[in-house]
C-alpha cells in the first residue's frame, strides 16, 4: 500500500531509474511523468537516479513504472 501523511493524503513513490545519467535524461523523465494522469507532483534526484511522484489512487505504481519503461527508463520501484 502507497505511503500518505496526514497533510497529503496522496500516495508518494519512489522509484529507482538507473538509466537517467544526465539532464537531458532527468527532464525525458520529468516530462514522463507530469504528463500522467493523475500525477499531483513530481520530482527527480539526478545524483541518486531517482524519481519521486505524488498521485491519486487512480493511477498504481506499476503503472507509472510502465509509462517510463515504454519511454525508455526502467523503474524499479523502492518506496511507496
Known amino acids: 500500500?502507497?505511503?500518505?501523511h496526514l497533510?497529503?493524503?496522496?500516495?508518494?513513490?519512489r522509484f529507482e531509474?538507473?538509466?537517467?545519467?544526465t539532464q537531458d535524461d532527468a527532464d525525458?523523465?520529468?516530462?514522463?511523468l507530469q504528463d500522467l494522469p493523475c500525477v499531483n507532483?513530481?520530482?527527480?534526484d539526478?545524483?541518486?537516479?531517482?524519481?519521486?511522484?505524488?498521485h491519486t489512487?487512480?493511477?498504481?505504481a506499476e503503472d507509472i513504472a510502465a509509462k517510463l519503461e515504454e519511454a525508455?527508463?526502467?523503474a524499479i520501484l523502492i518506496e511507496g
Open 72 to 74: 525508455g527508463f526502467s
Open 17 to 21: 531509474i538507473a538509466q537517467m545519467h
Open 41 to 44: 507532483m513530481a520530482d527527480v
Open 57 to 60: 489512487n487512480m493511477i498504481a
Open 28 to 32: 525525458a523523465v520529468m516530462f514522463e
Open 7 to 13: 497533510r497529503n493524503p496522496m500516495p508518494e513513490t
Open 46 to 54: 539526478l545524483p541518486k537516479r531517482q524519481a519521486w511522484v505524488s
Open 1 to 4: 500500500m502507497p505511503r500518505t
